[in-house]
C-alpha cells in the first residue's frame, strides 16, 4: 500500500525558517503532480505549492516569494522550503500526490498524514 509519510513541522519563531519533506513509498509506477496544502483552525483545507514530475510549480500568492517547492523525482519525495513565516502561516501542512501505484494501477491522488507548523514568539 501507498504510504506518504511528512516530516520537519514544528516551532518557529515569526521570520524563521522551516523546511517540509514527504517521501511516498510503496509499489509506486509513476507520479504526476505532487503538492503541499494547509489547514488552520476553523479554515478549509487551501493549496500552499504543487509541482509537476517536469518542475514546474505553482503557488498561492500568500506564499509567493516565501515559499519553494522542488521534488526528488527518484525517490518520489516533495519538499516545501518555507522561508520569512509568518503566524499567519500556522496550520497543519498535509502533502498530497498523484500517483499510478498497487493496487489500483491508475491515477489517483494519496494524502499524508500531516504535520505541525506554528509560528510564533
Known amino acids: 500500500q501507498v504510504q506518504l509519510v511528512e516530516s520537519g513541522g514544528g516551532l518557529v519563531q515569526p521570520g524563521g525558517s522551516l523546511r517540509l519533506s514527504c517521501a511516498a513509498s510503496?509499489?509506486?509506477?509513476?507520479?504526476?503532480?505532487m503538492g503541499w496544502y494547509r489547514q488552520a483552525p476553523g479554515n478549509q483545507r487551501e493549496l500552499v505549492a504543487t509541482?509537476?514530475?517536469?518542475?514546474?510549480?505553482n503557488y498561492a500568492d500568500s506564499v509567493k516569494g516565501r515559499f519553494t517547492i522542488s521534488r526528488d523525482n527518484a525517490n518520489n519525495t516533495v519538499y516545501l522550503q518555507m522561508n520569512s513565516l509568518k503566524p499567519e502561516d500556522t496550520a497543519v501542512y498535509y502533502c498530497?500526490?498523484?500517483?499510478?501505484?498497487?493496487?489500483?494501477?491508475?491515477?489517483?491522488?494519496?494524502w499524508g498524514q500531516g504535520t505541525q507548523v506554528t509560528v510564533s514568539s
Open positions: 510503496g509499489s509506486i509506477f509513476s507520479a504526476n503532480v
Open positions: 498530497k500526490a498523484e500517483l499510478v501505484a498497487f493496487p489500483r494501477w491508475r491515477l489517483s491522488d494519496y
Open positions: 509541482i509537476i514530475s517536469g518542475g514546474g510549480a
